[in-house]
C-alpha cells in the first residue's frame, strides 16, 4: 500500500503533524508512506499532479484550499485517481463538516483500515482569466461569486497565527467596508432565470462554507446536483 501526504508548507501545528505520521507508520508498518510539501501558492496541485497514479491514498495535510489544489492537480492527470483523504490542518475544514469527520489522524487511520470509502460528486467552473483566457477548474465544496469570495481573498493576507474565527471575523469586516454588490445575469437547467444586484451566488455540492457557516442545508454530495443559494440586494 502507498500513501502520499501532501503537506501545506505554511502549517502552524508541526509538531502535531510529525506525531500524527509516527502515528500513521505505526498503524501500518509495511506502507509505502511520503510527504511532499508545497513551498509556493499551487505548488500543492503540481506535487498531487505527479504523483497521481504512484499511490492508493492521497492525504491532504492542510484545509480545504489544500483538497481544492490536490483534486485539480489529479483530474488534470490521465492517471487513475487515488482514494482521497485528509487531515484537518486548515483554517476551516468545511470539507470534512459535510463528510462528518473530524479529519484527526486515528479516524484516518481506521478508515484506511477498514477500507470505508465514498464516491462522491465534484463540480466544475468553466470561465475566463483575467487576461480573458479560457480556464476550467474543479471544485469539491462550494463555488460562489460575490461576498464570498471577496472575504476569501482578505482571509488570504489575514495573518495565519490567528485562530480561524478570528481570522475569518477580521475578514468579513473589512470586505463588508468595502464590499459593492455585483450586477449578474443567473439560469439553471432548473428554470431559474434572474438577473439584477447580488450579494452573494452560492453553487454548493457539501453544506457548509466560511468556517462552518451552513449556507446550503440542502446540499448532497453525491447526488450528482448542486443546491443553489442566492442572495440578491439584500444588506
Excluded at 116 to 140: H, P, W
Amino acid at each position: 500500500m502507498k500513501i502520499a501526504l501532501i503537506l501545506k508548507g505554511n502549517i502552524s501545528r508541526r509538531k502535531e503533524f510529525a506525531g500524527e505520521l509516527l502515528q500513521l507508520r505505526s498503524n501500518f508498518p509495511h506502507a509505502d508512506i511520503s510527504v511532499l510539501e508545497s513551498t509556493y501558492a499551487g505548488h500543492s496541485r503540481a506535487l498531487a499532479e505527479a504523483s497521481c497514479g504512484q499511490c492508493d491514498y492521497m492525504i491532504a495535510v492542510g484545509g480545504d484550499g489544500t483538497l481544492n489544489e490536490i483534486l485539480n492537480g489529479c483530474l488534470s492527470s490521465s492517471t487513475e485517481l487515488p482514494c482521497f483523504g485528509a487531515l484537518a490542518h486548515g483554517t476551516a475544514n468545511d470539507m470534512l463538516r459535510s463528510l462528518h469527520l473530524k479529519g484527526a489522524m486515528e479516524e484516518l487511520c481506521a478508515l484506511i483500515r477498514d477500507g470505508r470509502e465514498r464516491t462522491i460528486d465534484i463540480g466544475q467552473v468553466a470561465c475566463r482569466d483575467d487576461k480573458g483566457a479560457a480556464i476550467s477548474r474543479y471544485f469539491i465544496n462550494i463555488a460562489d461569486i460575490g461576498i464570498g469570495a471577496e472575504v476569501a481573498l482578505h482571509l488570504n493576507q489575514r495573518h495565519r497565527l490567528l485562530g480561524s474565527n478570528l481570522q475569518y471575523l477580521l475578514a468579513i469586516l473589512k470586505t463588508f467596508a468595502g464590499y459593492r454588490k455585483r450586477a449578474l445575469h443567473i439560469s439553471s437547467d432548473e428554470g431559474l432565470q434572474w438577473q439584477g444586484r447580488a450579494l452573494a451566488l452560492i453553487a454548493a455540492n457539501g453544506q457548509f462554507f466560511g468556517s462552518g457557516l451552513c449556507i446550503a442545508p440542502g446540499a448532497a454530495l453525491n447526488d450528482g446536483r448542486l443546491f443553489v443559494t442566492l442572495v440578491g440586494d439584500a444588506s
